[in-house]
């Protein structure tokens, strides 16, 4: 079946734009999990949802930073005015539920502020 | 504050010889854990865990050994393969009532034939 996938697989911008970064999670899938990668660091945390809510949004790193997610099904991360501090990978990653731990990842979305 | 470390930046293994890869946490929340690993330009695939109520866990080639009082956890791959050249991530679980992820900076594994 198909797994995660993200889109675009690559953004370039300009500091002081907006981006939208969006998760198809693998269908039946409850829980989804947003993950940021910078260069030389592991990945670090950024947002939970259950179905449409997210209980979870203590790893956005500022207010600049924003996720939905409709249906139960896609997520939209958006990044607001750019810093080049933001240039990174994003990874989405969905589970069957919250509580399984085994995650299933998307290829990620290297986003690069010039 | 880093909660799980992986202090080997990189590893090089002989084809056919042993990897051992370690981590190193520091919540004592933590009561799962998990290898991924990564090839570049792909997004992170599951390997193996275990729960905190093992001392191991073996599944094929790879064994995911866990020493609670130590608060480490290790990653053996044996006989190690080309192909097991990747980035390998430690993650870990709980304190929490759904599975989000804490992770180390990851382990450059290089297999050389």
């Known amino acids: 079946g198909a797994g995660v996938s993200q889109s675009p697989s690559n953004k370039v911008t300009e500091k002081g734009k907006d981006v939208e970064l969006r998760c198809d999670p693998i269908?039946?899938?409850?829980?989804l999990y947003w993950y940021r990668q910078s260069l030389g660091q592991g990945l670090e945390f950024l947002i939970y949802?259950?179905?449409?809510?997210?209980?979870?949004k203590s790893g956005l790193p500022s207010d600049r930073f924003s996720a939905e997610r409709t249906g139960g099904s896609v997520s939209t991360l958006t990044i607001q005015r750019t810093q080049q501090e933001d240039s990174a990978v994003y990874l989405c990653?969905?589970?069957?539920?919250?509580?399984?731990?085994?995650?299933?990842f998307g290829p990620g979305t290297r986003l690069t502020v010039t | 504050d880093q909660q799980v470390k992986q202090n080997s930046p990189s590893l090089s293994v002989q084809e056919g010889r042993i990897s051992i890869l370690n981590c190193d946490y520091t919540n004592s929340m933590f009561d799962y854990f998990l290898w991924y690993k990564k090839y570049p330009a792909e997004g992170p695939t599951f390997l193996i865990s275990i729960s905190s109520i093992k001392d191991k866990n073996e599944d094929g080639r790879f064994t995911v050994f866990l020493n609670k009082s130590a608060k480490h956890l290790s990653l053996h791959i044996v006989p190690s393969q080309p192909g097991d050249s990747a980035v390998y991530f430690c993650?870990?679980?709980?304190?929490?009532?759904?599975?989000?992820?804490?992770f180390g900076q990851g382990t450059i594994l290089t297999v050389h034939p």
């Open positions: 993650a870990a679980a709980g304190g929490t009532s759904y599975g989000k992820l804490t």
């Open positions: 269908s039946g899938h409850t829980a």
């Open positions: 949802f259950q179905g449409n809510s997210a209980p979870d």
């Open positions: 990653a969905s589970s069957f539920s919250g509580s399984s731990y085994e995650q299933y």
